[in-house]
């Protein structure tokens, strides 16, 4: 059996570099150090940190598990309600200090990259059209208010996650979680 691609070691190192330390704050030898590659391999498969930052938020958008949010045989709102709740455990197993890793590229680079900006807005947008369809189907079936704005739910919905998110870090806490749990399934979507 063949080792794998030095390309296939950096990118993961990348995401893990960016998930716990950030962009700024990651180096390249971060990331070659993680990966166990000297330093000139990172620019055989990458021009850059900004390439490889791109190539860590398509790797983190595997990760979201946006194939619940279709999950044939639930209710709408269970389903919405369970992708929310495994994205939750994942952040509490990391004792609070990764967030959402397009969150924080974005809050951290949108001002500076037009690239890493582009690619959070696409993935906010990707993200948001998977809620509105659970929120729509929810409709259809009678479990929500047929007058709900189901595409502003779904922007609120994601943008009160990533808000939890920061308070959960900043916090070393789990309460965010459960309040965003408590406010968007048993109120907003009631």
């Avoid at 900004?50 to 949010?69: K, N, V």
């Avoid at 948001?128 to 929810?138: K, Q």
Wanted: proline fraction near 3%; charged fraction near 25%.
């Amino acid at each position: 059996m063949g080792r794998a691609s030095k390309r296939e070691d950096i990118a993961e190192a990348a995401l893990q570099q960016f998930r716990e330390r950030g962009f700024n704050a990651t180096g390249i030898n971060d990331i070659t150090q993680a990966a166990g590659v000297p330093k000139g391999s990172f620019y055989n498969h990458f021009s850059s940190k900004e390439e490889s930052a791109l190539e860590a938020l398509d790797r983190y958008a595997g990760t979201l598990r946006f194939d619940m949010l279709a999950e044939p045989g639930r209710p709408p709102l269970e389903r919405l309600r369970a992708h929310f709740e495994h994205l939750g455990r994942e952040s509490l197993g990391s004792r609070f200090v990764r967030g959402c890793l397009v969150g924080n590229l974005g809050a951290e680079m949108a001002d500076h990259s037009e690239e890493i900006r582009s690619a959070v807005r696409l993935g906010f947008d990707h993200w948001a059209s998977h809620i509105r369809r659970v929120l729509v189907e929810a409709q259809e079936a009678g479990d929500l208010d047929g007058a709900l704005d189901t595409a502003a739910a779904a922007q609120f919905i994601l943008s009160a996650w990533e808000g939890t998110l920061i308070a959960t870090r900043a916090e070393k806490s789990g309460a965010p979680v459960e309040a965003f749990f408590r406010i968007v399934f048993d109120v907003v979507l009631r």
